[in-house]
C-alpha cells in the first residue's frame, strides 16, 4: 500500500535550518506531484510547495518563497524539503502529500517542526 514516512523535523533556532524528507512507497513515485503542506495550532493546514511530476518544475507559496526549496530524487523515492531562515511562523505539523494520476491523493503522518529561542 502507499506510505510516505516524513523524517528530519526538530526544534530550531530562529535563523536556523532544517531539511525534511520524505520516503514514499507502494506506487510510481516518479509519475506523483508530491507536496509539502504544514499545518499550525488552530489554523487550516496550508500548502508549502508543490514538485511537479510531467513538467519537473516547483512552485513554493509566498510566505517561504526565497527560504523553503522542494526537490526531489526519482532514484529514491523521495522530496525534500529545505527550510532556511526559519522564522517562528513557520512552526507547524509538516506534511507530504503524494497526488497520482488520476487524482489519488495520499498523506504522511506529519513531523512536527518548531522555531524558537
Known amino acids: 500500500q502507499v506510505q510516505l514516512v516524513e523524517s528530519g523535523g526538530g526544534l530550531v533556532q530562529p535563523g536556523g535550518s532544517l531539511r525534511l524528507s520524505c520516503a514514499a512507497s507502494?506506487?510510481?513515485?516518479?509519475?506523483?506531484?508530491m507536496s509539502w503542506y504544514r499545518q499550525a495550532p488552530g489554523k487550516q493546514r496550508e500548502l508549502v510547495a508543490h514538485?511537479?511530476?510531467?513538467?519537473?518544475?516547483?512552485n513554493t507559496a509566498d510566505s517561504v518563497k526565497g527560504r523553503f526549496i522542494i526537490s526531489r530524487d526519482n532514484a529514491k523515492n523521495t522530496v525534500y524539503l529545505q527550510m532556511n531562515s526559519l522564522k517562528p511562523d513557520d512552526t507547524a505539523v509538516y506534511y507530504c502529500r503524494a497526488l497520482r494520476p488520476g487524482g489519488s491523493a495520499s498523506w504522511g503522518q506529519g513531523t512536527q517542526v518548531t522555531v524558537s529561542s
Open positions: 507502494g506506487f510510481t513515485f516518479s509519475s506523483a506531484t
Open positions: 514538485s511537479y511530476s510531467i513538467s519537473g518544475s516547483t
